[in-house]
């Protein structure tokens, strides 16, 4: 499975680029970026709205396809993955918190955070006692069986980022995490949310267009402008 | 991911439509529920039939009957088409004159049901028994009273007679020169007194038959009111004007031409008397009418509900045979009762090839339970289009579905779900649709059963005066299975093309679903 990355690396990509629209008149959202982020290293991705942050981040939480380039994350060739690896590589490798929390409204906090340990195939006792543990972990005891509509954005958004966790990835993938929420909470969310990197060392690639956030919580800031990086 | 899981996420999503899962399942429940209904009662009518026929011989039995008038190209050539005409008029006079000949046969039957004929049907290979059916009409005279009488012999299969016998006993051997007499005919000859009914039994009486020869020629017939029959003064007078009417003739005020017409007639077939044959037997029992009950089960035969005087079976077949000109004529009816029912058709293959004509009651059987068939396979055919249409329904509720939980699928897919989970998740989704539904269908169709079985069976005793006694409704495990498994795959297949839309969301697109 390892493609021949260097063991400090987690994440390395060559030329990507991705178009959208059909092949006559392609609209590029990328056009050929190349990246290294070192195990445990924490990078900002900063730009404009429709610079290619969030295209950038899907690609490498692999959920989302280049149109050319290569991409090696967490140890795998993406481009040589099939469906179901794929699949297995977004259930235990990475783990993505959206901007818009992106929680199934009908699930309970606790059976939302359960989800990516069930398509893991993990046991109902085990994932059951690490959702409850990692949902305490965020501050939400009290929350376990409510629904996402019950939830303050705040709230819901710890859920998410309980989540991204439970399964303990390699590389947390972050698409401006704070962007729904008032100051207060972002950076409340944002200190959590750090403690937990920097605690077991998690690679994080976090997308966001605030530099003061990009520049206080991560190691290193790259721009991407145009779907380039500058 | 365990199939526990997958169950437990399709259940979950079933769970938040429920109006809709509900809806879909309806429409599972109902063709569930017609082809439970119609596989339940083609299995119990098929298993009915064959149970009913099996209480007694006559799945076993053969119904044999004199040949017919032959066939019409046995006997075209005895034809004659007098007259100039067409040549096609003069085929359509041939035909018609060869049916008239072919339906009137005064000689009897052209193949008789003679002894002869009867011995060899008891030759041929698995015939048990041949059993003549017996019925002369005549009188019987004891003391100074005479009364006229239905006899027939006895059926060895009516288990019923013998239970009904209420007084004297019942015959010992079938050769038995004796006579049970019933006890509705005792009233109707004068011995209203239980006294004088039991008085008869051991008393001689004399069986008299008046036979005539032929079946051409005059008769005189007296028919009185209320089925009042005939006495014997009555008949043997009229019996002697018959004689007498060609002296008479001119006796009659008839025009020169209609006493003309007739005197030709009587020279062509001059009227004969009757010949008077008789037997003395022993009355060895008098016997009681069959109740309602006993009529209703079928449980007596025809002759010993409607005999007045009944006869052992070989000894009555001794007498017809014996009576004057009965040897040269033919029983109207026999029955051979064969050793196993596998053999019933190579038996009436081999009566048939004497040119008798026969019957078995298989043959029938067979004809009902394809009729039954039929229908029950056009009703099993309209609840699996109805099933087909629920099935339709729910691949246009769950592609509905699929739409509405776009996001959900792609967040699903974001955190690890592969095509196959997703594409698994609405299969079984489908599968619960079909498992609830033709469950439901199926305890549906049962509970419906308890009371159309008892409608069926009512009707069945009303029309048919037959008593059953197991269900007419029957769900063996295989009916069970088919059903649910049927309901199953056409609610699964329904599934699959929502369910290969579902697997191939693209969750970048499902994740700015709205």
């Known amino acids: ?230 | 991911m365990r199939f526990a899981d997958i169950l437990g996420l399709a259940l979950s999503a079933l769970w938040q439509q429920k109006a809709r899962t509900l809806l879909t399942t309806l429409g599972v429940i109902f063709g569930s529920l017609v082809l439970t209904a119609s596989l339940s009662i083609n299995s119990g009518v098929q298993e009915t039939i064959e149970r009913e026929s099996r209480r007694s011989t006559q799945l076993r039995r053969v119904q044999v009957r004199p040949g017919g008038g032959g066939h019409p190209s046995d006997i075209a050539d005895q034809v004659e088409v007098k007259g100039n005409m067409s040549d096609a008029r003069r085929e359509r006079i041939r035909n018609a004159l060869v049916r008239q000949k072919l339906n009137f046969n005064p000689g009897g039957p052209r193949i008789a049901l003679t002894r002869e004929r009867l011995r060899q049907l008891a030759e041929i290979a698995h015939v048990d028994s041949v059993i003549p059916s017996i019925y002369l009409n005549g009188f019987a005279v004891f003391g100074q009273r005479s009364q006229r009488a239905d006899i027939m012999a006895n059926d060895p299969d009516d288990d019923s007679l013998p239970g009904r016998i209420v007084a004297g006993r019942y015959f010992e051997t079938p050769h038995q020169s004796a006579a049970i007499v019933s006890e509705f005919w005792l009233y109707r000859a004068g011995m209203t007194d239980d006294a004088a009914m039991s008085a008869i039994v051991g008393k001689k009486i004399k069986l008299e038959f008046h036979v005539e020869r032929r079946l051409v020629g005059v008769g005189i017939f007296l028919y009185k009111p209320d089925g009042v029959g005939t006495t014997r003064d009555e008949f043997s007078a009229l019996d002697k004007i018959k004689k007498q009417l060609p002296e008479m003739l001119d006796r009659f005020a008839l025009t020169g031409v209609e006493k003309a017409a007739l005197k030709d007639a009587f020279r062509a077939t001059p009227p004969k008397a009757a010949d008077v044959f008789s037997e003395e037997v022993t009355v060895a029992g008098v016997f009681r009418m069959p109740s309602d009950k006993e009529q209703q089960g079928r449980r007596s035969s025809w002759e010993s509900m409607h005999s007045d005087i009944i006869l052992p079976l070989r000894m009555a077949e001794d007498l017809f045979f014996r009576a004057p000109g009965q040897g040269e004529r033919s029983l109207n009816h026999a029955t051979l009762v064969v050793d196993r029912e596998e053999n019933v058709k190579e038996v009436v293959k081999q009566v048939r090839e004497m040119e008798l004509d026969a019957y078995a009651a298989t043959e029938w059987i067979d004809r009902q339970r394809l009729m039954y068939l039929l229908i029950f396979s056009a009703m099993t055919i309209v609840a699996a289009v109805a099933l087909l249409v629920a099935a339709l329904g729910i691949a246009n509720t769950m592609l509905m579905s699929v739409l509405e939980r776009t996001r959900e699928v792609g967040i699903m897919k974001a955190v690890g779900a592969g095509n196959g989970h997703v594409q698994l998740i609405f299969l079984v989704e489908g599968a619960i649709i079909g498992l609830v539904g033709g469950t439901l269908g199926l305890l549906l169709g049962w509970a419906a059963s308890i009371p159309g079985d008892r409608w069926a069976r009512d009707m069945v005793q009303r029309d048919m005066r037959i008593e059953l006694k197991e269900s007419l409704f029957v769900f063996p495990p295989w009916l069970i299975l088919a059903v649910v498994s049927f309901a199953v795959l056409v609610t699964t297949l329904a599934a699959v093309y929502p369910a290969r839309r579902a697997a191939k969301v693209d969750p970048v697109t499902a994740l700015r679903h709205e």
Do not use: W
């Open chain 1, 1 to 230: 499975m390892n493609a021949g990355l260097e063991p400090e690396l987690a994440v390395r990509c060559s030329d990507i680029a991705k178009a959208y629209g059909s092949t006559a008149a392609p609209v590029y959202a990328l056009r050929g970026v190349s990246l290294e982020v070192r195990r445990g290293e924490r990078v900002a991705l900063l730009g404009k709205s429709g610079s290619g942050k969030s295209t950038l981040l899907n690609l490498l939480g692999g959920i989302d396809k280049p149109t050319r380039g290569s991409r090696q994350v967490a140890g795998r060739d993406l481009e040589r993955l099939s469906g179901r690896e794929l699949a297995r590589f977004r259930s235990e490798a990475v783990g993505m918190i959206f901007q818009s929390f992106n929680l199934i409204p009908s699930r309970t906090a606790l059976e939302n955070v359960e989800l990516p340990m069930i398509f893991a195939g993990r046991p109902v006792r085990q994932r059951r006692a690490e959702a409850r543990y990692v949902l305490e972990a965020v501050g939400l005891a009290q929350r376990l069986h409510h629904r996402p509509a019950q939830l303050s954005g705040g709230e819901a958004q710890r859920v998410a980022f309980a989540r991204a966790l439970v399964n303990h990835p390699a590389i947390l993938l972050a698409d401006e995490p704070t962007g729904n929420l008032d100051s207060a909470t972002a950076r409340e969310i944002m200190e959590q949310l750090m403690e937990h990197v920097r605690a077991r060392g998690t690679t994080l690639v976090l997308v966001t267009h605030d530099e003061d956030l990009a520049r206080s919580c991560t190691d290193r800031v790259l721009r991407l402008k145009d779907g380039q990086l500058v």
